[in-house]
């Protein structure tokens, strides 16, 4: 069964800092991995994605995520961190192929301060 | 992208009762799902609405105390049934866009139910 992990529950970083959340996943075939945002009152958002080719990809806002396949990783980034930031962020896979479930990591709570 | 009308948005129901969940689409879609979301936590998977066919459910949910039905591409329910106090969540209907595998989740802005 697929599974997710995130190993930060709550980060607090002053703005300028540089973040990076950290995913793993445990599945043994070929995934889609996702990073999602939600903002405090809204619905899910989607960050970035990844299915196949060149394993760094880019998202909206500056963010950024790295697939590493031998460590099962999917890690967040960003360079420089906003106040508006400030929101939980959801690391999620999907099987290629079987059901095509999304599962959902625990998420981060992160907090910017001005 | 899809756009998910969930209905309604939120309720307070007594103990013992059953809500029903609407959750619209925009777009026909491959795949539907029901979610909860309990307080302060992440996304569970509650089951796969499929279109024609019986749920599939997750490991500790059933269908007696979840119900869903999918009649068509577009339209799925989810009715938590008997409901105690425990069962205040935010269920979140999410969609799979278009007919490719290779696609994100949508998500609508969820029904938060309180049960008292």
């Known amino acids: 069964a697929q599974s997710v992990s995130q190993h930060n529950h709550h980060v607090i970083l002053s703005e300028a800092a540089s973040l990076e959340l950290g995913c793993n996943y445990s599945?043994?075939?070929?995934?889609?991995l996702f990073w999602y945002v939600q903002y405090p009152g809204q619905h899910l958002q989607l960050l970035l994605k990844?299915?196949?080719?060149?394993?760094l990809v880019k998202g909206i806002k500056g963010f950024e995520a790295e697939f590493i396949k031998s460590k099962f990783s999917f890690n967040l980034r960003k360079p420089s961190v906003q106040w508006s930031d400030t929101a939980e962020y959801f690391c999620?896979?999907?099987?290629?192929?079987?059901?095509?479930?999304?599962?959902f990591g625990t998420g981060t709570r992160l907090k910017v301060l001005a | 992208s899809a756009v998910i009308s969930q209905k309604p948005s939120r309720d307070i129901c007594q103990r013992g009762t059953s809500l029903t969940i609407q959750c619209q689409v925009d777009s026909q879609v491959t795949m539907m799902f029901w979610y909860r979301q309990q307080p302060g936590q992440s996304l569970t998977l509650i089951a796969t609405a499929n279109q024609g066919s019986e749920a599939t459910y997750e490991s500790g949910f059933v269908i007696d105390k979840f119900p869903i039905s999918r009649p068509n591409l577009t339209f799925s329910t989810l009715t938590v049934s008997n409901m105690s106090p425990e069962d205040s969540s935010i269920y979140l209907c999410s969609v799979a866009a278009g007919w490719a595998m290779n696609t994100e989740a949508f998500f609508g802005q969820g029904t938060r139910l309180t049960v008292v």
């Open positions: 999620a896979v999907n099987a290629v192929s079987g059901t095509y479930k999304y599962i």
């Open positions: 599945y043994g075939g070929t995934v889609n």
């Open positions: 990844y299915f196949s080719g060149d394993p």
